[in-house]
């Protein structure tokens, strides 16, 4: 007979549950990662690291009058990330959660004496042992942060209407490794963005009608083979309440344009004809801004029927400001807003056959979150998104995600864009989830329960991606 935990043993507990937190094998379910196969679209490297945008963010805080944001961008990734070192390692002691990570990141890779000598320029030289191999040696470090992360796989984020990715899938994609798993992104058919999709399907010899949006994606999802099709929405995200049927209508587009004149409203004409994408000076593709128009024909006729007949999910991140302070760039995003949750809930009625995954930005949203996915078997929760993404909400989030939902939710997702930030994000996440987990274990037990150690192992593992392969493959006819 197995052993059993119980009342008498709940001072075990936290030695049992953090072991089997630190040795789960997680899917990542959501990252902007590429792989090596797509050169400078795979960020990696200290230099990277230090100018994330988090940090470049933190800089500018205390940056003196002289350096200006368009100065600091014209300066190459090294200069910037010496400034930045310098500024919040140096002059400053690291301890904001994006500078902890630079220091858990390195030790972990084994430079725990060039921490300690405050050393950047021996850091760099680890780093070059694997650059001066080229696409062997970052593959061989991909493999190597992987495996120190202990994630099975990472979920990456791919832009059919971005040109600087899309050399990369067609005409024939490149291969990459199975630590590597694409999703599609596709917020111009969420928004309605008729400029965006026309072009691009003017430009990808489709017809410019809806069939032709349809056979668009469809042919995209045959390219990349997504796990799902996401898009990033914004807090004033809305779904009028006659809207919702995926029957055929009409061949008739449209653009919220009452939504593009709002203030902090994400997608305008020009942003439009530069394919409402960005990259930044290391090749990273930027979020995609958003304005939802739910009135319009893409996202019932295109998105919806596409998903229903691939059965095919959708994960949506909702909330975000973008171009808050737009001389920062993507480091001047994200204003956090109380977004309207109902709407989630009016598309999980109105398309019951499709899975929504979903993460929230602010705070605030998080309890409705929980209660709406109590209410919705095609609904599933995931992950401590961008700000959230704080050992403190972390912390409240998964205590209260566990309370509502038990183990029917996914506890965290990177969101790493440089692929080594793997090597702190999961260890940050995996700390704060065990004590939450002990402690709520150690409840259970005081009222009467027990567990084996191999029932606890089955949780923590739905926690750490079972449970959103659960619900990939639950069925909802």
């Given at each position: 007979?197995?052993?059993?935990?119980?009342?008498?043993?709940?001072?075990?507990?936290?030695?049992?549950?953090?072991?089997?937190?630190?040795?789960?094998?997680?899917?990542?379910?959501?990252?902007?990662?590429?792989?090596?196969?797509?050169?400078?679209?795979?960020?990696?490297?200290?230099?990277?690291?230090?100018?994330?945008?988090?940090?470049?963010?933190?800089?500018?805080?205390?940056?003196?009058?002289?350096?200006?944001?368009?100065?600091?961008?014209?300066?190459?990734?090294?200069?910037?990330?010496?400034?930045?070192?310098?500024?919040?390692?140096?002059?400053?002691?690291?301890?904001?959660?994006?500078?902890?990570?630079?220091?858990?990141?390195?030790?972990?890779?084994?430079?725990?004496?060039?921490?300690?000598?405050?050393?950047?320029?021996?850091?760099?030289?680890?780093?070059?042992?694997?650059?001066?191999?080229?696409?062997?040696?970052?593959?061989?470090?991909?493999?190597?942060?992987?495996?120190?992360?202990?994630?099975?796989?990472?979920?990456?984020?791919?832009?059919?209407?971005?040109?600087?990715?899309?050399?990369?899938?067609?005409?024939?994609?490149?291969?990459?490794?199975?630590?590597?798993?694409?999703?599609?992104?596709?917020?111009?058919?969420?928004?309605?963005?008729?400029?965006?999709?026309?072009?691009?399907?003017?430009?990808?010899?489709?017809?410019?009608?809806?069939?032709?949006?349809?056979?668009?994606?469809?042919?995209?999802?045959?390219?990349?083979?997504?796990?799902?099709?996401?898009?990033?929405?914004?807090?004033?995200?809305?779904?009028?309440?006659?809207?919702?049927?995926?029957?055929?209508?009409?061949?008739?587009?449209?653009?919220?344009?009452?939504?593009?004149?709002?203030?902090?409203?994400?997608?305008?004409?020009?942003?439009?004809?530069?394919?409402?994408?960005?990259?930044?000076?290391?090749?990273?593709?930027?979020?995609?801004?958003?304005?939802?128009?739910?009135?319009?024909?893409?996202?019932?006729?295109?998105?919806?029927?596409?998903?229903?007949?691939?059965?095919?999910?959708?994960?949506?991140?909702?909330?975000?400001?973008?171009?808050?302070?737009?001389?920062?760039?993507?480091?001047?995003?994200?204003?956090?807003?109380?977004?309207?949750?109902?709407?989630?809930?009016?598309?999980?009625?109105?398309?019951?056959?499709?899975?929504?995954?979903?993460?929230?930005?602010?705070?605030?949203?998080?309890?409705?979150?929980?209660?709406?996915?109590?209410?919705?078997?095609?609904?599933?929760?995931?992950?401590?998104?961008?700000?959230?993404?704080?050992?403190?909400?972390?912390?409240?989030?998964?205590?209260?995600?566990?309370?509502?939902?038990?183990?029917?939710?996914?506890?965290?997702?990177?969101?790493?864009?440089?692929?080594?930030?793997?090597?702190?994000?999961?260890?940050?996440?995996?700390?704060?989830?065990?004590?939450?987990?002990?402690?709520?274990?150690?409840?259970?037990?005081?009222?009467?329960?027990?567990?084996?150690?191999e029932e606890l192992r089955r949780d923590i593992r739905r926690l750490f991606g079972?449970?959103?392969?659960?619900?990939?493959?639950?069925?909802?006819?």
């Amino acid at each position: 007979m197995k052993t059993r935990i119980g009342r008498r043993d709940r001072e075990t507990i936290p030695a049992v549950v953090f072991s089997e937190v630190s040795s789960v094998v997680a899917i990542d379910l959501h990252t902007h990662l590429l792989p090596p196969t797509h050169g400078p679209l795979c960020l990696w490297g200290i230099d990277e690291l230090l100018t994330y945008h988090y940090l470049v963010a933190e800089y500018f805080v205390t940056a003196p009058p002289s350096i200006t944001p368009e100065s600091f961008y014209a300066l190459s990734k090294q200069k910037q990330a010496d400034l930045i070192w310098r500024a919040l390692f140096i002059d400053r002691s690291p301890i904001s959660e994006a500078c902890r990570g630079v220091i858990t990141t390195c030790v972990t890779l084994g430079l725990a004496t060039e921490i300690e000598n405050r050393d950047l320029e021996a850091i760099r030289e680890f780093y070059r042992t694997f650059r001066k191999k080229g696409l062997e040696g970052t593959e061989s470090f991909s493999k190597l942060v992987f495996e120190l992360a202990g994630v099975k796989h990472a979920i990456m984020t791919n832009i059919p209407f971005e040109p600087t990715e899309t050399r990369h899938w067609r005409p024939t994609p490149k291969e990459y490794s199975s630590h590597f798993r694409s999703a599609c992104r596709i917020d111009p058919f969420l928004a309605g963005n008729q400029k965006v999709v026309e072009a691009t399907l003017a430009a990808s010899g489709y017809d410019v009608t809806l069939e032709g949006a349809r056979q668009f994606l469809r042919d995209w999802c045959d390219t990349m083979k997504p796990e799902y099709v996401m898009a990033s929405t914004p807090h004033d995200f809305v779904l009028p309440e006659d809207r919702g049927s995926s029957e055929p209508r009409g061949e008739k587009t449209g653009v919220n344009e009452e939504a593009m004149r709002e203030p902090f409203a994400f997608a305008t004409l020009a942003a439009s004809s530069r394919n409402d994408a960005e990259c930044n000076e290391g090749g990273a593709v930027d979020e995609l801004p958003s304005v939802i128009d739910e009135d319009s024909d893409f996202l019932v006729d295109v998105l919806m029927r596409v998903c229903e007949e691939r059965d095919l999910p959708i994960a949506l991140k909702i909330g975000a400001h973008r171009e808050v302070n737009p001389s920062l760039l993507q480091a001047g995003d994200g204003v956090v807003a109380f977004a309207d949750a109902g709407v989630l809930a009016r598309l999980c009625t109105r398309f019951p056959k499709v899975r929504f995954l979903a993460t929230f930005l602010s705070r605030t949203n998080q309890h409705e979150a929980c209660v709406l996915a109590t209410k919705f078997r095609n609904l599933h929760l995931y992950g401590c998104w961008w700000f959230c993404n704080n050992p403190s909400i972390i912390r409240e989030m998964t205590a209260m995600r566990i309370e509502m939902l038990g183990t029917a939710f996914t506890a965290q997702h990177s969101d790493s864009r440089v692929l080594d930030q793997l090597l702190y994000k999961w260890p940050h996440s995996r700390a704060v989830i065990a004590a939450v987990l002990a402690s709520e274990y150690q409840k259970c037990v005081d009222s009467g329960w027990s567990m084996t150690r191999e029932e606890l192992r089955r949780d923590i593992r739905r926690l750490f991606g079972s449970s959103y392969e659960e619900f990939m493959a639950k069925s909802l006819v």
